[in-house]
């Protein structure tokens, strides 16, 4: 019976991309080293020294690596008080960021200013890769050599106008970050992997049954596939799916004592091994703790969720009503989930599984790019500021997506969220993106 728990594979750790953090005076390049490395597609320059920007990130990325580019941007132009803000913004960096990219003029040397950034910058355990800047020609390099004393390793010499330099830059700063394995989902993956989900007697067997009789013969041997015994290759709505641990389905396990352990185990394990599940309610009846709990499971696990409402053909009027009422107070918390109300005995709108897996697997997968997410949430953080608490006001300074399937986002912020601001941009999410059948789970670094 634990067969299938062997080879049961524990849900992948959030990873996240790295984050690069460029900081440095007003006018030393910033901006232009940004378009640089980003192969001037987002960022603009502004040629008004000290001109305040928003913070802003980018996704960029260089020799196949991705990583996260924040323009620490500029500052109100008040040159009372100057170095404190700059210093502020280099501890943001710092909290914030995997890696800070120093940023000093080559044409004019270091002011007082940069050096209380440097200070800032030595205390702090981030690495820092320091970029001196409009160093157009030979004859520049001479000045940036002199920078080793500002004590923060070799001083790449760089023009973020004319690209010299840069690519030296980029590895040095590579080399720098943390290790992250490759984000994306594998392209020659086999077929999906789907779990039938539900407690005992709500008909899993009978829809697996019908999905299977319905389908056309599937041969086994499909390119890049390996089938557990446990496990079959079905189709689909004309799309073929793995239906995980389908013997234990099947077979129906029940007799030996302590059953119900083993199944909640059985359960679980499915659930890991599937990328979306289907969780088989029965809908003549009233929905019960059990229900709600492997529903939890599911989300837990971050897989994307179809909910099947079952033997809808021995629903009357009055038990849909009720069943309404059901839904409402116990599934609200799944109301992301895609569903169908179907009777796997008679074939009832069995047709509607294939579209409502399909959309929430394209859900679970989504991407939004990082500028598009920055966007929008500056457009959030404008219309509904955070409250402010005891005098002071959590912001949200940028955010960026980590991770697909399910999509999970990091929030950088200065102060902690109240959970309930963080849930209003939760539900502003998926207003805005849809992620219909799939959980979003969002993830806040705040800097104190
Ligand atoms: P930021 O305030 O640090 O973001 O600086 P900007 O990127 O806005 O650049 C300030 C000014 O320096 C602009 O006029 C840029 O054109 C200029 N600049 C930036 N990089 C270089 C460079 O490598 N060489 C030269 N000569 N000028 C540069
Ligand atoms: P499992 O334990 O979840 O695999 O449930 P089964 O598929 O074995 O179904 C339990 C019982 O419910 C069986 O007697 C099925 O015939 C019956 N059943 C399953 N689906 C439906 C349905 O849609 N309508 C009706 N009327 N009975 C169903």
Request: proline letters at 6%; glycine letters at 8%; a negative charge.
């Amino acid at each position: 019976m634990t067969e299938t728990l062997g080879s049961a594979s524990l849900p992948a750790p959030a990873r996240t991309l790295p984050v690069v953090a460029v900081v440095g005076r007003p006018n030393v390049g910033k901006s232009t080293l940004v378009n640089r490395i980003l192969g001037r597609r987002e960022a603009v320059v502004q040629d008004v020294p000290g001109v305040t920007r928003d913070r802003v990130s980018y996704d960029a990325d260089w020799n196949g690596r991705s990583f996260v580019l924040v323009d620490t941007g500029g500052w109100a132009p008040d040159a009372q008080g100057l170095a404190a803000q700059i210093a502020e913004q280099a501890e943001l960096a710092i909290a914030t960021a995997d890696a800070v990219v120093l940023v000093v003029d080559g044409t004019v040397g270091t002011l007082d200013s940069d050096q209380a950034v440097v200070k800032v910058l030595r205390r702090s355990k981030k690495p820092v890769v320091l970029a001196v800047n409009k160093v157009d020609d030979q004859r520049a390099e001479a000045e940036a050599a002199s920078m080793w004393n500002l004590g923060l390793g070799e001083p790449y010499a760089v023009s973020a106008l004319h690209g010299r330099g840069s690519g030296d830059l980029l590895d040095a700063v590579l080399a720098a970050l943390p290790p992250t394995p490759p984000l994306d989902l594998d392209p020659e993956r086999g077929p999906r992997r789907v779990a039938i989900v539900g407690k005992p007697n709500v008909g899993k067997s009978s829809l697996l049954n019908k999905l299977a009789r319905q389908q056309r013969v599937v041969v086994h041997d499909m390119a890049g596939t390996t089938v557990d015994p446990v496990d079959e290759l079905v189709e689909v709505d004309g799309e073929t799916y793995v239906f995980i641990d389908t013997a234990g389905i099947r077979r129906r396990v029940k007799e030996a004592s302590g059953h119900e352990y083993y199944a909640s185990l059985r359960t679980q394990g499915a659930i890991e091994r599937a990328e979306v599940c289907v969780a088989v309610l029965d809908a003549s009846v009233p929905l019960t703790e059990q229900d709600v709990r492997i529903l939890t499971s599911v989300e837990e696990a971050g897989r994307a969720l179809v909910i099947a409402y079952n033997k809808w053909d021995l629903t009357d009027e009055e038990r849909r009503h009720y069943l309404g009422r059901e839904v409402e107070l116990d599934i609200a918390p799944f109301a992301w989930a895609s569903h169908v109300n179907i009777s796997a005995q008679t074939g009832r709108h069995v047709d509607r599984l294939g579209p409502a897996l399909q959309e929430a697997l394209t859900s679970w997968e989504t991407r939004i790019s990082t500028g598009k997410l920055n966007a929008f949430l500056g457009r959030v953080v404008a219309a509904h500021p955070h409250p402010v608490r005891g005098g002071k006001q959590p912001r949200i300074l940028f955010g960026t997506q980590a991770q697909a399937g399910p999509p999970t986002f990091v929030l950088f912020t200065s102060g902690q969220l109240e959970p309930g601001y963080q849930r209003f941009v939760e539900r502003r999410l998926r207003e805005e993106f849809g992620f219909v059948g799939t959980p979003v789970h969002v993830e806040v670094r705040a800097r104190e």
